[in-house]
Each structure stands twice: as structure tokens, then as C-alpha cells.
């Protein structure tokens, strides 16, 4: 099997085995207010904690080259919680493939031996890939802004300006990482083939090496696997909970919010209720309507005939005073 795809089949199944494990420390760890990371730099911590070859070059970069990845003793104490998870993947993903695809019997203390041949060659190649990876991208960056300010392109929108200027940089940077990370794992590839020459051949056919790689993964005591998880699990989760109102951040006494009463609960039954009052209403309001309008034309008739008999009526009262007045002349007379 070529080096680097034996280091990627190692590694990469044993940083995804140990990963969970050391993910429930960090988020304890989190919860009790001793790790605070910078946000940007939250996916770097993610790899570092994932790789069982990052424990010493962890330190190197963080102090050596001066680059923090947080504050708080978390971060140390975490790496050191991390040393058995990471030999016990190591060490069961290293017999899987010693038996499946090497066919070799696996030596004794394997997890421990390629736990510290992984540590030594990280701390010596992870800093210098630190080193080369940053100045590729700084000396990328520069080159595209030189080549963005010549006349030709200085009018480029915006837009057309940020997006040329990340692929061009971006492209050298990215190659760069994969050459890397290459010779890296290439690198680990060579120190389990280094093991791998002292581990003798193995006797069972293909089918038997199957099962004896399978029932690795399956424990001796499965009701004691299985205790032990639960417990480690409950006893983590306690201990969460616990501690997680600490670094709960809380307003101040001078910033504390408005407080907003809560919304009644929904009542079906009055609101059945009251809609039923309102058509009621509305009904009798309708009823109302139309009977006022059914009686205007009968208002409209009678006060029409009215008026026509106080039309009539006038000349005939009219008559008499003028008459009368016609009496009272020729009396005078007499």
C-alpha cells in the first residue's frame, strides 16, 4: 500500500473515532468558563483537537510562534485529557488495518507506538507547514494586490475586484495546503509501514481476518462497555448542567430588558362565546335595519297625504276670515 494512502486510512479513521470523546471534554470545558477562543479561529482549534498528531505542536505554535488560539488552562488541559482517546483510536483503527488490508498481525502496544511517532513528527512538521502555509498566503496576497493596481485593472468594480483578488490568492493557497498536507500524510504513512515490517503474517484466510477485525470493536464484557459509557455519559451531563449557569451571561442591572407580560392562553371556549354574542348583535341589528327601512315608505305615503290635505284645507279657512271681513265693512257702513 503507497505511504500516503496508508497514513490517510490511520489517521483520518482515528481522528473521526476519537473526535466525539474529546468533543464532550471541550464542551465541559467550555461550559465551566476555562476555554474562550477566538471566533475565527474556532475551525483551526477543530483540527488541531481532531488530530492525534497536534498534541505537542499545539504548544509549539501557541508559544514558539507566538500564535494564541484562546485564553484560559482548558486549552492544555484538554490536550492532556486527550492522550488515552487518541492512543486507544490510534491503536484500534492501527489493528483494523493491519489486519484488513496489510494482513499482518498486529504487534502489541501499537496505539502507544504510533501515538508517539505521530506526536514527534507533528511537532516537527505541523510548525513548518504553519510557517510555510502563512508565508505562501501573505506573499499570494501581496502579489494579486501589486497585479490589481496596475492601470489596466485598477477600474474593476468592486465586486469583480474582490472575487478575482480571493480566487487568485486563494488558488495558490489552497494548492499549496494539499501539496502539504500531502507529504504529511506521506510522512505518516512511512512511520506505520515502519512498524508494519516488524508484524508477521497473518495465518487466517481472508473470511476469518474479517471476523477477528469485526469482534475487535465488540468488547470482552459488553455489559461493562456499556456501564461504564453510560455512566461516563451521565456523570458528564451532571456536571455540564451544573456548571453551565456560571458562564451564563447575565444583563446588568442598569441594561436589564423591558419586561413583556405574557400573552393569555387561548380560550376556545370563550372565544366561541363571544363570537356567537357578536352574530347575535349583529343580527338583531340587521333585524333593526330592515324593519326601519320597511317602515320609511309607509312614513314617506302618510306624510304625503298630509301634506296634500293641508293644501286643500288652506283656501277654505282662508275664505272665511275674508268673508268675515266683507261683514264687518258693511256694518260700518250702516
Request: with cysteine.
Amino acid at each position: 500500500m503507497a505511504p500516503f494512502k496508508l497514513g490517510l486510512s490511520v489517521l483520518w479513521s482515528a481522528a473521526w473515532t476519537a473526535l466525539p470523546i474529546k468533543m464532550a471534554f471541550a464542551m465541559l470545558l467550555m461550559a465551566m468558563g476555562s476555554i474562550h477562543l477566538e471566533n475565527k479561529l474556532g475551525i483551526t482549534f477543530l483540527i488541531f483537537l481532531m488530530s492525534p498528531v497536534s498534541f505537542l505542536a499545539f504548544f509549539i505554535i501557541s508559544g514558539g510562534l507566538g500564535f494564541h488560539f484562546g485564553e484560559g488552562v482548558g486549552l492544555p488541559l484538554l490536550f492532556v485529557l486527550s492522550i488515552p482517546v487518541d492512543i486507544w483510536s490510534l491503536g484500534l483503527v492501527a489493528r483494523t488495518v493491519f489486519l484488513e488490508q496489510l494482513r499482518l498481525e498486529p504487534p502489541g502496544s501499537l496505539g502507544v507506538s504510533l501515538w508517539v511517532r505521530f506526536v514527534v513528527a507533528g511537532a516537527l512538521y505541523l510548525p513548518l507547514l504553519w510557517l510555510i502555509q502563512g508565508g505562501v498566503t501573505d506573499v499570494a496576497r501581496s502579489v494579486t494586490q501589486s497585479i490589481l493596481d496596475i492601470e489596466l485593472l485598477k477600474h474593476l468594480p468592486v465586486a469583480e475586484r474582490i472575487g478575482l483578488e480571493f480566487t487568485a490568492w486563494g488558488s495558490v493557497s489552497l494548492v499549496t495546503l494539499l501539496v502539504l498536507m500531502y507529504i504529511g500524510f506521506t510522512i505518516l504513512g512511512k512511520l506505520v509501514e515502519g512498524r508494519a515490517r516488524d508484524a508477521q503474517p497473518a495465518s487466517e484466510n481472508y473470511q476469518g481476518l474479517i471476523s477477528r477485525w469485526d469482534m475487535i470493536r465488540v468488547p470482552a464484557d459488553q455489559s461493562l462497555m456499556l456501564t461504564a459509557f453510560t455512566g461516563a455519559g451521565a456523570v458528564l451531563s451532571m456536571l455540564f448542567w451544573a456548571v453551565l449557569p456560571v458562564s451564563t451571561p447575565h444583563p446588568h442591572e442598569c441594561c436589564k430588558p423591558a419586561e413583556v407580560k405574557a400573552a393569555a392562553p387561548f380560550d376556545a371556549h370563550k372565544s366561541l362565546s363571544k363570537g356567537e354574542k357578536s352574530l347575535k348583535d349583529a343580527e338583531l341589528k340587521i333585524a333593526a335595519l330592515e324593519q326601519k327601512a320597511a317602515e320609511e315608505p309607509k312614513d314617506q305615503g302618510k306624510g304625503g297625504k298630509d301634506k296634500a290635505g293641508v293644501k286643500e284645507g288652506a283656501p277654505k279657512t282662508e275664505a272665511k276670515p275674508a268673508a268675515a271681513g266683507a261683514g264687518k265693512s258693511a256694518g260700518g257702513g250702516k
